[in-house]
């Protein structure tokens, strides 16, 4: 069986590796360890696609040391029992470089079975990860190793693999190739920064564009299979969370054209739940006391949305994110509950003011005697002045106005009230 046209195409030397200059251009860090050959313990962090793997055998093939592959899907103990076995015999006399994919899913128990020996140098390890490193990695494999980003790779960097691959695949296959205008561009744009995907969509262009000795590969083709393959996301991941974080910051930032943007992609995944749930935090968070009715009105545009599902869902919760993105914005309620929350994490929960208490009996051991409570209703306006907050907290101020216009009406409302002006 023939090999995949991605690894057929897979680049043999550095300089054939498409993007991460940042890294691998001339004079950057990880080029100049790789040409030192002395190589570090490494993990190569970043999306899938973007040349992890194909550096990590490049480095492989550059190396005195016997190379062996794992992959943390399917790795048990045993088999990381057997690569240490192999360091105390003639097979492992230069040392053993092991290349450990995906690595976040290793628990703690197989990540701490090769601390002894990769501290020692006895095991050089080289791992990727799609997840953010220092989250998913045991904190000691960390410390031990150096990590390098790789980032997704632009749409100008991907076309020329795009070109070499359609080329290969014509050599290989013997047959006559032509392409429609538009074709490379919109593949190299559309697979969102994964080189691999873009050659499988190459791959996947010529099998099915096939008539006799012939391809001819039309653009509404590569549209068809470049659909939706540039959504990288995954529900318990970190494109989940960077989402869901760049909505919210799009939001209180108010440019509604970002948010809808984000939205979109939490849309297009599926995941309506999710963005329900930020909206309704954001509408209380970070619209807050500068628009009250924000929060009504997102929580129906929420229930609406999980009610039709979608595609409907989409229109009223994009009536929701541009409500949110436009509107003013305070934050005043959210720092105050939560300079009270941390008073309470200091002081605990301090005696009630008498006046606040349940009416009950006064007994002997009672510090004062009668509730004196004032109704304030019973007063001009609804108010009169007694002390709420309990004693050791009394003068604390947590809620400071907006300067949006609801809240600055408020303000004057309650200076009038209180006789402050």
């Known amino acids: 069986m023939n090999a995949p046209l991605a690894d057929r195409i897979r680049p043999k030397t550095l300089d054939d590796v498409v993007g991460q200059s940042h890294i691998l251009g001339e004079g950057k860090p990880l080029r100049k360890i790789i040409e030192s050959g002395k190589i570090p313990n490494m993990i190569f962090y970043g999306c899938s696609g973007v040349g992890k793997t194909t550096v990590a055998r490049i480095i492989a093939e550059n190396t005195n040391m016997k190379m062996c592959k794992l992959n943390g899907t399917s790795a048990s103990v045993q088999d990381i029992k057997d690569v240490i076995a192999d360091t105390d015999t003639l097979y492992g006399y230069n040392g053993i470089l092991l ?53 997704p790779v632009s749409p100008e960097e991907v076309k020329p693999a795009v070109e070499r691959a359609f080329k290969l695949a014509a050599e290989d296959g013997g047959f006559k190739l032509s392409i429609e205008d538009g074709v490379i561009d919109h593949i190299a744009r559309g697979c969102g920064g994964d080189v691999r995907k873009s050659i499988n969509t190459v791959e996947l262009c010529v099998l099915s564009s096939m008539s006799g000795d012939r391809v001819d590969v039309t653009l509404e083709t590569a549209k068809e299979l470049t659909q939706r393959s540039n959504m990288r996301y995954d529900r318990a991941g970190d494109e989940h969370y960077d989402s869901l974080s760049a909505l919210q910051k799009s939001i209180r930032g108010s440019d509604e054209n970002a948010a809808l943007h984000y939205a979109a992609r939490l849309l297009e995944s599926g995941d309506i739940i999710s963005l ?15 628009y009250p009715m924000a929060i009504p009105i997102v929580k129906a545009c929420v229930d609406s949305a999980l009610q039709l599902g979608l595609p409907e869902a989409r229109i009223p919760l994009g009536d929701a994110v541009v409500l949110l993105a436009t509107a003013p914005k305070s934050n005043s309620a959210y720092l105050a509950v939560d300079a009270a929350i941390a008073d309470i994490k200091e002081f605990g929960s301090p005696e009630f003011p008498r006046q606040l208490q349940n009416k009950h009996f006064d007994g002997e051991g009672a510090k004062a005697k009668g509730q004196h409570y004032l109704y304030p209703h019973d007063f001009p306006n609804h108010w009169v002045e007694q002390q709420y907050l309990p004693d050791v907290l009394k003068d604390r101020v947590y809620y400071e106005y907006g300067e949006n216009k609801a809240e600055q009406s408020a303000k004057a409302y309650w200076e009038q009230i209180k006789g402050k002006k």
């Not at 990769?118 to 791992?127: A, D, P, V, Y």
């Not at 930020?278 to 619209?287: G, N, P, Q, T």
């Open 99 to 151: 290349y450990l994919d995906e690595i976040q899913y290793l628990n703690k128990k197989q990540q701490q079975s090769l601390l002894e020996y990769i501290e020692n140098g006895r095991i050089t390890l080289i791992s990727s990860t799609t997840e953010n490193p220092y989250f998913y990695v045991y904190n000691a494999i960390i410390s031990r190793s150096t990590v390098f980003e790789f980032l």
């Open 276 to 290: 329900c749930r930020r909206l309704l935090v954001i509408a209380s968070e970070d619209v807050g006391l500068a």
